[in-house]
């Protein structure tokens, strides 16, 4: 059975850090995209950073870019992101996702597996 197991959610106030981890197992995952989504009350649920299990590129929505950082320990089976200068707006609940490979990595509905989520709320 996979479990993706996210935890390093909390409160920050703006400008500070965070690093969400991600705890995978269940199955193996080369070949998969992991990814990190979220979602802020209101709002759909939106992509925000994403890498494969074997490869160094990574990829990021817009809105992050340059301020959170994706990074994986293979041996751990472990998936980060490292989220620094936050801001109010990246309050949210973050979400682990593992995508088989298959259509954008930016894309929810090609992500088969899903974490329960990790609340991330930045204070002025």
């Known amino acids: 059975q996979v479990q993706l197991v996210e935890s390093g959610g909390g409160l920050v106030q703006a400008g500070g850090s965070l690093r969400l981890s991600c705890a995978a197992s269940g199955r193996t995952f080369g070949g998969y995209a992991m990814g990190w989504f979220r979602q802020a009350p209101g709002k759909e649920r939106e992509f925000v950073a994403a890498m494969y299990w074997f490869g160094s590129d990574t990829y990021y929505a817009d809105s992050v870019k340059g301020r959170f950082t994706i990074s994986r320990d293979n041996a751990k089976n472990t998936v980060y992101l490292q989220m620094n200068s936050l801001k109010l707006e990246d309050t949210a609940v973050y979400y682990c996702?593992?995508?088989?490979?298959?259509?954008?990595?930016?894309?929810?509905?090609?992500?088969?597996?899903w974490g329960q989520g990790t609340q991330v709320t930045v204070s002025s």
């Open positions: 996702a593992a995508n088989p490979g298959r259509g954008a990595y930016s894309a929810a509905e090609y992500y088969d597996y």
